[in-house]
C-alpha cells in the first residue's frame, strides 16, 4: 500500500494544488493528513473540498481545533490568532461540522497519525528532540507513525543496537527495517519552516518499508496573494517567500 502523507496545509491552495499533481502520478493508495488544514493562509474552504473530494484521512490540528472553539487561541501569537478569526468568519458550517468531526488520531493498516504527539494528542505538543520523541515511541502499536506541528521534517528512530536508544536524522529517505519503529514529522505543505520554501510530501511505502519526502517549487505568489487580499496579517504572505 502506498500512502501519501501531508503535512500542514494551512489553507494554502496554490501548495495543496502542486502537491497532489504530482502525488497523480505516482500511484497512491491513500490520501494521508497530519491535521492543521487551516490556518495562516487565504483558501481554508477550497482546502478542505480538495482533501474531502480525495477521501483523505485527516487527523485534527491545533488550528483546526481553535477555529471551531476547541482549543483557546489566546495560546496563539498575534499573527496565527488573527487568522483563526478570520477563519471562523469565512467558513461555512458545513466546514466547521467537518473540522469539528475530525478525529485527534488516527490508527490505519500499516500506521499511526497525530498532528503533535501519540501520548496526548489533545496537548498539541511539539516534539523537537529524542527526548520529545520517547513517550510517543512508546506507546506506538505500527512500526511507523506520522506528526506534523513543527513544520520542521524529521524521523525520529527508536535504535536496534543499542537496543533502546533514540536517534534522528534530517533528511527523510527512511528504511523502516533498519530501526524498531520510526516516528515521521512529515513537515508542512503551506509553511515550511524548515528555511526551504518548497513544499512537499512524504510517500511510505508499506511494502518496501520506505519513507521518502518529495519537496516541490510552487506558485508562492498565489498563496502570498491570497494572504494580502484577505487582508490577513503581511508577515504570514512574506514568510512564505523565506521558508520559515
Ligand atoms: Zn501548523
Known amino acids: 500500500m502506498r500512502y501519501a502523507i501531508l503535512g500542514d496545509i494551512h489553507s494554502n491552495l496554490s501548495a495543496l494544488t502542486r502537491?497532489?499533481?504530482d502525488i497523480s502520478t505516482q500511484s497512491v493508495d491513500c490520501?494521508?493528513?497530519v491535521g492543521d488544514v487551516v490556518g495562516y493562509g487565504g483558501s481554508p474552504s477550497e482546502c478542505i473540498e480538495l482533501l474531502r473530494s480525495h477521501k483523505a484521512v485527516v487527523v485534527?490540528?491545533?488550528h483546526d481545533a481553535a477555529c471551531v472553539g476547541e482549543l483557546n487561541e489566546a495560546t496563539f501569537n498575534r499573527y496565527a490568532r488573527e487568522a483563526v478569526h478570520w477563519t471562523r468568519n469565512v467558513l461555512p458550517k458545513a466546514d466547521l461540522d467537518w473540522?469539528?468531526?475530525l478525529p485527534l488520531q488516527v490508527t490505519l493498516e500499516h500506521c499511526q497519525v497525530a498532528h503533535?504527539?501519540?501520548n496526548e494528542p489533545e496537548a498539541f505538543e511539539y516534539i523537537r528532540?529524542?527526548?520529545d520523541a520517547d513517550p510517543s515511541l512508546e506507546l506506538m502499536t505500527s512500526p511507523v507513525a506520522f506528526v506534523g506541528h513543527t513544520h520542521?521534517?524529521?524521523a525520529l528512530m527508536r535504535l536496534l543496537e543499542p537496543a533502546g536508544a533514540t536517534a534522528y536524522a534530517p533528511q527523510l529517505d527512511v528504511d523502516l527495517r533498519e530501526s524498531d519503529r520510526c516516528l515521521v514529522n512529515v513537515g508542512s505543505v503551506g509553511q515550511p519552516r524548515d528555511e526551504d520554501?518548497?513544499?512537499g510530501w512524504v510517500l511510505f511505502d508499506s511494502e518496501a518499508q520506505s519513507v521518502r519526502m518529495t519537496r516541490l517549487e510552487y506558485d508562492i505568489e498565489a498563496a502570498a496573494k491570497q494572504i494580502r487580499d484577505a487582508n490577513l496579517p503581511r508577515m504570514l504572505a512574506d514568510r512564505l517567500y523565506l521558508g520559515v
Open 99 to 101: 473540522l469539528r468531526s
Open 31 to 33: 490520501l494521508v493528513s
Open 60 to 62: 485534527k490540528g491545533n
Open 129 to 131: 528532540t529524542t527526548r
Open 116 to 118: 503533535g504527539s501519540l
Open 152 to 154: 520542521m521534517p524529521i
Open 197 to 199: 520554501h518548497r513544499t
Open 19 to 21: 502537491v497532489l499533481e
